[in-house]
């Protein structure tokens, strides 16, 4: 690969040969079966990974069917059932089902980044003007760079019950009032069925208290988190419209934007503002204009300590690039003051164009 200046900061495509290198990006220069050959890998790589994360899914909800299935022959056994083992066996699913939610938050991860591509990539290049939509690398870049779970762990709990556990709680509490009120025969009244309902010296009406408020608990989370839609790589129902989410640090601005319900949800690019003071301007300048093809502005600051004269170098750029920009100061100027900060909005060339706000 050979370094040459791009018109712009993302992908394009130059249909100039098959031999040719036509894909560019960040200075350098691909051809197109090389590049389309790294994004199949790519590709391949990431759903491999999230079919690993799937079948993990699948193993702790047949744990949780597994289970279920042999408490309920325990504790119908005439000879050693006990309505206890019931209440265990809610306490086990309840792990289970904790496990399946943080093993979904990284089939999530996988999963986004699979959809990303299949949305912004090969299906954007089955469509006219066939190459993909801006900014899909950067995106992919900050996930790779930057990862972090696409939904929380709440709503990951809540989807895991929706789909699978809500059923499995409704026949272990169906079991548990069946046991206690029918086994070995029907209670005749509300206070013969709390007696039975005791374990040990726990009195019936408290472990009646605590499976209903634990019960009520869970059907909660999984009632209150089902409008979130922070989840991307599922496909998820059809939605008029799907807002993106705001919930990455407060210091952080994202605008909300409407997009098909077919792809992933993305969150517009990080974007940063640095500040670097430096005597030597024009070569970090330079490299910055050469390497990251980002602008830079030089202004001029005193040091009021000092009272010298230094220049400051002023540059927007997206999170990804900040390391490339470091490293650039770094070996052109050690003694170089770098500020990062984050950018609300930033508009011209490389980002969000003025005519489209």
Do not use: C
Not at 42 to 67: C, K, M
Not at 131 to 159: C, D, I, M, N, Y
Not at 214 to 229: D, V
């Amino acid at each position: 690969m050979s370094s040459f200046p791009p018109p712009s900061d993302e992908s394009t495509s130059r249909p100039i040969g098959d031999d040719a290198a036509i894909w560019s990006y960040r200075g350098y220069r691909l051809k197109n079966s090389e590049f389309v050959t790294s994004m199949v890998h790519f590709y391949r790589g990431e759903l491999s990974r999230a079919n690993v994360w799937r079948h993990r899914l699948d193993t702790t909800t047949n744990w949780a069917v597994v289970t279920t299935g042999a408490t309920l022959t325990f504790a119908f056994s005439q000879s050693v059932g006990h309505h206890a083992v019931i209440i265990l066996n809610t306490l086990l699913i309840t792990l289970f089902l904790f496990i399946e939610s943080r093993r979904y938050r990284y089939y999530e991860l996988w999963s986004y980044r699979v959809r990303h591509l299949e949305t912004d990539f090969f299906a954007a290049m089955l469509v006219s003007p066939f190459q993909p939509t801006p900014g899909w690398a950067e995106s992919l870049a900050e996930s790779l760079l930057h990862p972090k779970f696409s939904v929380s762990l709440l709503e990951a709990f809540g989807r895991r019950f929706r789909r699978n556990y809500v059923f499995i709680y409704i026949i272990l509490a169906l079991a548990w009032l069946a046991h206690v009120g029918l086994f070995p025969e029907p209670a005749v009244n509300f206070s013969e069925l709390l007696s039975r309902a005791e374990i040990g010296p726990i009195p019936g009406s408290v472990v009646l208290f605590i499976g209903v408020f634990l019960n009520t608990l869970i059907f909660m989370a999984g009632l209150f988190t089902s409008t979130l839609h922070d989840a991307t790589g599922e496909v998820l129902p059809h939605l008029s419209r799907i807002m993106d989410s705001v919930n990455i640090a407060d210091a952080w601005h994202e605008e909300e934007e409407k997009i098909p319900w077919y792809q992933p949800k993305k969150r517009r690019r990080r974007q940063i503002l640095a500040l670097v003071v430096t005597d030597r301007a024009q070569p970090v300048s330079d490299r910055i204009l050469d390497q990251m093809k980002r602008g830079a502005t030089a202004l001029t600051g005193t040091g009021m300590f000092s009272g010298a004269q230094h220049s400051v170098l002023m540059i927007a750029m997206t999170i990804t690039e900040v390391d490339t920009l470091k490293r650039i100061v770094k070996e052109e100027d050690p003694k170089a003051f770098v500020m990062i900060t984050p950018a609300k909005e930033i508009f011209g060339a490389g980002f969000m164009p003025l005519s489209e706000k």
